[in-house]
């Protein structure tokens, strides 16, 4: 079966990620590391009701992330069998989102801070939502 022509979908992000990672990097990497995310100041109403220890899905845009092969090496490792895209983690994807469950270290204003982001510094945040 065919699936229709879809239209194009754009979003805006809400807000930015802010940590020490600037290139991509093991995933493992990032399990106890702390990031921020700074909002938008006009959704800061937003995080009310979010509080510290809480844990939240975070979506983001993979915004270094060019092309896809619908096969890869898991992590690039070519010791591996390949495997469908979709069966793996990779920002080389069709439509390049991650999603990322986080804890909340604290809120402050319009920054969250999290632990376990696994998202480089500069990376567009597109939502939150609680886990």
């Not at 990620?17 to 921020?36: H, L």
């Not at 510290?52 to 975070?58: N, T």
């Not at 390949?82 to 909340?104: H, M």
């Amino acid at each position: 079966m065919k699936t229709p022509k879809l239209k194009p979908i754009s979003f805006e992000p809400i807000g930015i990620v802010e940590n020490e990672f600037d290139k991509n990097t093991p995933r493992t990497d990032f399990k106890d590391s702390e990031s921020n995310i700074v909002l938008d100041p006009e959704l800061t109403g937003g995080l009310d009701g979010l509080i510290a220890g809480q844990q939240i899905y975070v979506l983001f845009y993979l915004h270094r992330s060019t092309g896809y092969d619908l096969h890869q090496h898991p992590r690039g490792d070519r010791d591996r069998p390949k495997r469908g895209l979709f069966s793996l983690r990779t920002p080389r994807r069709p439509n390049a989102i991650g999603l990322t469950k986080v804890e909340i270290v604290s809120i402050e204003g319009n920054q969250l801070k999290v632990r376990g982001l696994d998202a480089i510094r500069g990376t567009p945040v597109l939502d939150l939502k609680p886990a």
